[in-house]
């Protein structure tokens, strides 16, 4: 019994010693949501979204347990109107880096949130690609009027490559 102990933590000692980027297709930047206002029932999740994969990929889907509805969305200038639109997926070039960013492009809309989204908390974020398959990330709430900033760094979630 002592020795399958052994092994399973040498297992996880490799595990989490691996180095996180490598082999990996799509790498997700840090998520951010600002905090809601009052009875606010909508926010949005912005992040990045890097595809280092061969071919070319798509975010189909997304969920967390703080909305009822999750979509993913992108807003455009039409003359004088800005128009916000749900989309049924976000495509993904081979080597191509998208940032969202609020007030522009797209995001990830959270409908009908259970509950206020308040500064410093954090919730998960559950996206599903066409080809890298499912990932989780962590989302941080940022102070209302906080602008969202990406450091590259990512938030730990990575999907294998699939060429």
Excluded at 21 to 41: C, D, Y
Excluded at 49 to 73: Q, Y
Excluded at 83 to 88: E, H, I, T
Aim: aromatic share 4%.
């Amino acid at each position: 019994m002592r020795l399958l102990r052994l092994f399973a933590f040498a297992l996880l000692f490799v595990a989490v010693g691996a180095p996180a980027q490598e082999g990996k297709s799509i790498v997700i930047g840090k998520a951010v949501a600002r905090a809601t206002v009052g009875k606010q029932a909508n926010g949005a999740a912005f992040l990045t979204i890097e595809n280092r994969g061969k071919g070319e990929d798509a975010l189909v889907s997304a969920s967390s347990p703080v909305a009822s509805i999750v979509e993913i969305h992108t807003m455009q200038m039409e003359g004088d109107v800005m128009k916000m639109r749900a989309l049924d997926q976000l495509p993904l070039k081979a080597g191509q880096t998208l940032e969202m960013k609020p007030g522009q492009g797209a995001h990830v809309m959270l409908i009908d949130l259970k509950e206020p989204l308040k500064a410093g908390q954090t919730f998960p974020l559950a996206l599903e690609f066409r080809k890298a398959g499912k990932l989780s990330v962590t989302v941080e709430v940022t102070a209302t009027g906080t602008a969202a900033k990406h450091d590259g760094k990512g938030s730990g979630a990575q999907a294998p490559r699939h060429d």
